[in-house]
């Protein structure tokens, strides 16, 4: 496990009770990542609060749901970190807010990061000037071979063979002794694939046999989170936003590292893990976060802080595996340019009815429990269906993902 030094973190400046959102509205520019894709409309103020424990359903009923944010509101959220900069907080003060109890500390190492796009073929990279090839499976100590830049266009691993390709297709270089990786003196790789091609920095290698083939890119902790943070938040955001964002990610891969000592990987490349992008995602902006925050990790107890984060909190974070991760009001979510802060959308009983067949006709929809955070006695977790034929019961999270909502924290409305 890497050690990390710790960093004495400012003084956090504290937001008021209560206090209101900035009133600036924000144009995001271009892709926000998953986590915050997809929008539904945003919902108008209610006239009057409707039931929050049981609906009666009867006949053909349409029903509105109205909720709050996007995502499991554990730890930061990404809008409510672009309020909070819009306030004048720095990204140690956003951070200290999102996960108090954490220290500013330093880390740093190399990552193993499954490259899914790459699929359980073979390795295939682009030739370029200063293409190296490393066998680490020789006696004497790993074997370093400049790959010559005249033998075609394209150098491929695949078990124990390495070969090029030209005009004449493919020929045998070398046989390996022990895994094989490409490297480039710092500069990127182009991987190849069946849907085009990707560049990344560190060292290529694959690793495993048949279908349980992995491409990885063995990358630096600085180069990692510059393929990142542009992946998970917009980079024309305020800096404090996108510093905050940086360090986020750079702590969840130490943590994820921490945790996968016995793994043939850290993280992957997906939002399973992070959004990983290589160089592509590299935008002067977020670079800048990254430099602005090099090597700074949060921690707790002297190790990698779980450092989860969502697109919105609609105004209340909720509690995690952590004792960081704390449910807290949250000041600074529901500024003006947040399009999830609220939302709504329209279903009918059918909908219901098709998540659990076996009930029925829906006859009453009830929400057994909540966290108790907020609006509407905060985030569901327990409902039940009772439907001509039977009842049953569902987590917050089970509805909705079958729903297609955007977070647990919603109520209904019944509209014939």
């Known amino acids: 496990m890497k050690r990390v030094s710790v ?25 926000v990542g998953v986590v915050i894709a997809g929008l539904l409309a945003v919902a108008p103020p209610a006239a009057a609060a409707p039931s929050n424990k049981s609906w009666t359903i009867s006949g053909d009923t349409t029903l509105t749901v109205r909720g709050h944010g996007y995502g499991h509101g554990h730890g930061m959220s990404q809008y409510g970190a672009e309020g909070a900069a819009r306030q004048g907080l720095d990204y140690a003060e956003i951070l200290d807010f999102y996960y108090p109890g954490t220290t500013l500390a330093r880390s740093g190492g190399y990552l193993r990061i499954w490259l899914t796009e790459a699929g359980t073929g073979a390795l295939v990279v682009r030739n370029a000037d200063g293409l190296v090839l490393v066998d680490a499976g020789r006696a004497e100590g790993q074997r370093r071979i400049v ?26 270089f ?21 849907d085009g091609s990707a560049a990344y920095r560190g060292r290529l290698t694959r690793i495993g046999t048949g279908s349980s083939a992995k491409v990885l890119d063995v990358v630096g902790m600085e180069a990692y989170v510059r393929g990142v943070v542009s992946r998970e938040m917009p980079a024309s955001w305020s800096p404090a936003a996108v510093q905050a964002q940086a360090v986020a990610a750079r702590t969840y891969a130490a943590f994820e590292r921490a945790d996968h000592t016995t793994a043939s990987y850290d993280l992957c490349d997906t939002t399973s893990c992070q959004v990983y992008g290589g160089v592509a995602a590299e935008y002067v902006a977020t670079d800048a976060a990254v430099e602005a925050t ?25 509690a995690g595996s952590q004792s960081y991760l704390r449910a807290v009001a949250d000041p600074y979510d529901g500024w003006s340019g947040n399009p999830v802060h609220d939302w709504s959308t329209t279903i009918t009983d059918r909908t219901l009815e098709a998540v659990r067949p076996a009930i029925g006709d829906l006859r009453t929809l009830r929400v057994d429990s909540r966290d108790g955070n907020g609006d509407w006695g905060g985030r569901v977790e327990q409902v039940t269906l009772i439907g001509s034929k039977g009842r049953a019961s569902l987590s917050g999270d089970d509805l909705r993902s079958a729903l297609g909502l955007r977070s647990t924290w919603f109520t209904f409305r019944v509209r014939k």
């Open 174 to 194: 070398t046989t390996l002794k022990g895994q094989g990786s490409f490297g480039r003196s710092g500069q990127p790789i182009t991987l190849l694939t069946s």
């Open 147 to 172: 790959l010559p830049a005249d033998r075609g266009g394209r150098w491929r691993i695949l078990g124990d063979r390495v070969a090029y390709r030209d005009a004449d297709g493919w020929h045998r």
């Open 294 to 318: 090099a090597h700074r990790i949060l921690t707790s107890g002297g190790e990698p802080a779980f450092t989860q984060f969502g697109s919105s909190s609609g105004g209340y974070t909720s």
């Open 7 to 31: 960093l004495r973190r400012p003084q956090p400046v504290r937001a008021a009770s209560g206090s209101s959102a900035p009133t600036v509205r924000a144009v995001v520019a271009g892709a």
